[in-house]
């Protein structure tokens, strides 16, 4: 039995079932694809040099990467659709976790500062 399959079987699964946003996923390369992902805004503080406390927030995605089968699985630059909001999103950073899923943390399309 493969650890990575009942992970993915048992675990992110069922996650996705329950907690998962519909997503229009596009990869840089090829088609869009339908997969679901769980969204969130962390809010998270940030200390810049003046020394002042600042709250911004960190939109990312939790994915299945099965759900990439087939396809390319998430690089830097590809843009998705939160499909309830009508968000736009472009995948900025890729996080795997070694157990099949990944985060991947979210940027405005075409922004490049961070």
Known sequence: MDWDDVVDAKILGPLQKEFGTEITYQAAVGASFPITGIYDKAFFGVDPTSGESVVTNQPTIGVQL?????????????????????????????????????????????????
Do not use: C, Y
Request: glycine share 12%.
């Open 66 to 114: 099965s759900q990439f089968s087939g396809q390319m699985l998430p690089l830097q630059g590809d843009q998705l659709l939160i499909n309830k909001t009508g968000e736009q999103w472009e995948v900025r950073e890729v996080h795997p976790d070694g157990h099949g899923a990944a985060r991947l943390m979210l940027n405005v399309p075409g922004q490049t500062d961070v």
